[in-house]
């Protein structure tokens, strides 16, 4: 787990590019403390303002914030038309269930866009998922690590962002929360995403047949077909969905369109994947209007357009959907339509194997000291995105004799090998080159 976060955290490094900006990027190093919080308008904190949990820093957390929020106002100099905002979140210790005279319904940790809510997790998540969580942090009691991934439409040149908690029992010490790894990107100049699928959005063609599911790919409608839904995918249901044969990219983007049928409650919650790892989770989206569309009698909450955003460089994926409700599929069912994923490929990759197989890793901007990332084998294949090149030094610090890498090569061999491995301060030489060490 641990290993995983920093990666991720070293691939956005520098980050700018023909189709991504990197508006911000905050609290990324394993360890920092209150000055790193300090551009920040802060309600609610005390203390230290920052904890160090699971070996790594975090804003907030135990003994700092339990109802209270975090805003700041960002600027750019070219206009908006939205903005991803990506980030781990923590709910640390008895948010939730039984504390303090009894479950606590009204926790909610928030996200707002120029004062106008866009995500919500609800309070109490004593599904199945969570059950098992681990102590990270404050009490002994278990901790939730997960992940916001959120698109939000922004227009002009500059928004204000505010994470906000509010906690019944407001105490730190008991209940707190707490966030690291904190990204805003947005898309600018030319646009090279490739779409790589897009189905489930043709009623008179809704072919499943790409899908694994807990529930036999089983289709309902509300009143357009979803996969899943009323009856087929109520508590742990699952279905997956694998993308191979991917073109070189460094992210993917993935949109669904998210239906919430009858009586799902606040303490319930559906997680998104890819790869095993959490890209989102959304609990219903209480705070916008509902109605009963399809189903039983409760209201429904359809047509959630979601978009995550994930940094990802293999030319396989797997994503994946988990129901995280408690109570049967006639009571509270979750399905979903519209779905799509494109690649794009503003960073160049380096990959551990021949044919993009093994470790890959992505950088943008001067080449990173992949020692630090526990990169320490001979590079096989480079990725360069069309129109970019890399500047590569024969000597360290970059110096000495420069030539310049502008074309993909899957399969590192020769003097261009020797090279690039050189320039990225691995050690090769023939004999080990043809012994393929
Ligand atoms: C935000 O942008 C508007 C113009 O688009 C400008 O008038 C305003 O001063 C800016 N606000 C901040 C806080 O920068
Ligand atoms: C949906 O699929 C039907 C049947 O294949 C096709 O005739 C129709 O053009 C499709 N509609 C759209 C919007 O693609
Ligand atoms: C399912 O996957 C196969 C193989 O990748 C592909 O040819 C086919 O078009 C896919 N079907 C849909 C509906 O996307
Ligand atoms: C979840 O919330 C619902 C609705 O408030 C409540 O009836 C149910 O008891 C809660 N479940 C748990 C396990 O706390
Ligand atoms: C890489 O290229 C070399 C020399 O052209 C060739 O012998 C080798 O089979 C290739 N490796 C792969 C994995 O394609
Ligand atoms: C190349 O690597 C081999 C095998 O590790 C080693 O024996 C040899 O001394 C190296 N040659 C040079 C020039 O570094
Ligand atoms: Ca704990
Ligand atoms: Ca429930
Ligand atoms: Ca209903």
Same mark, same amino acid.
């Given at each position: ?39 920040? @308008? ?60 009894? =479950? ?30 681990? @102590? ?7 901790? =939730? ?11 002009? =040149? ?6 906000? $908690? ?23 100049? $030319? ?162 194997? $021949? ?66 491995? =050189? ?15």
């Amino acid at each position: 787990m641990q290993k995983g976060y920093i990666f991720i955290a070293l691939i956005l490094l520098g980050f700018a590019s023909a189709n991504f900006y990197e508006i911000d990027k905050e609290f990324t190093l394993s360890t920092f403390d209150s000055r790193a919080v300090s551009s920040w @308008n802060l309600v609610g904190f005390q203390n230290s303002v920052t904890n160090v949990c699971g070996g790594v820093s975090v804003v907030g957390g135990p003994n700092v914030v339990a109802t209270g929020s975090m805003t700041k106002t960002f600027n750019t100099d070219f206009d908006l038309t939205s903005i991803n905002i990506l980030f781990d979140l923590y709910l640390f210790d008895q948010w939730l269930s039984g504390w303090e005279g009894g =479950r606590d319904q009204q926790s909610y940790f928030k996200v707002l866009v120029n004062g106008k809510q866009v995500h919500q997790l609800g309070s109490d998540y004593t599904r199945q998922l969570h059950k098992d969580a681990s @102590n990270i942090c404050g009490q002994t009691t278990p901790d =939730r690590q997960t992940h916001v991934s959120i698109q939000v439409p922004v227009t002009g =040149r500059n928004f204000t962002v505010s994470l906000q $908690a509010n906690i019944a029992g407001n105490n730190p010490s008991l209940a707190s929360w707490g966030i690291r790894g904190f990204y805003i990107l947005t898309s600018y100049g $030319a646009n090279n995403a490739k779409t790589v699928v897009s189905e489930l959005s043709n009623d008179s063609q809704f072919d499943v047949s790409n899908w694994t599911s807990s529930f036999k790919n089983a289709v309902s409608s509300c009143p357009n077909k979803i996969l899943g839904g009323y009856k087929n995918a109520g508590s742990g249901a699952w279905a997956t969905r694998k993308l191979t044969n991917l073109p070189p990219h460094s992210f993917l983007t993935i949109s669904i369109n998210a239906f919430f049928v009858d009586s799902i409650d606040t303490n319930d919650s559906i997680v998104f994947y890819v790869d095993g790892k959490i890209v989102h989770e959304e609990t219903r989206q209480y705070f916008l209007s509902s109605q009963n569309i399809c189903g039983a009698g409760w209201a429904d909450n359809v047509n959630n357009k979601f978009v995550f955003q994930v940094p990802h460089f293999t030319s396989t994926a797997e994503f994946k959907v988990y129901v995280n409700t408690d109570q049967g599929s006639d009571d509270e069912s979750f399905g979903f339509r519209d779905f799509s994923v494109s690649v794009d490929s503003p960073c160049p990759i380096i990959y551990e194997e $021949a044919n993009q197989q093994g470790r890959a890793f992505s950088f943008c901007g001067d080449i990173p000291n992949l020692k630090l990332v526990g990169w320490t084998k001979p590079i096989k294949g480079i990725y360069v995105p069309e129109g970019y090149a890399i500047k590569v030094y024969v000597d360290s610090q970059f110096k000495g004799k420069r030539f310049k890498v502008s074309k993909s090569n899957f399969n590192l061999t020769g003097q261009e090998y020797k090279l690039i491995n =050189r320039a990225f301060n691995i050690d090769v030489n023939e004999t080990k080159l043809r012994r393929n060490e």
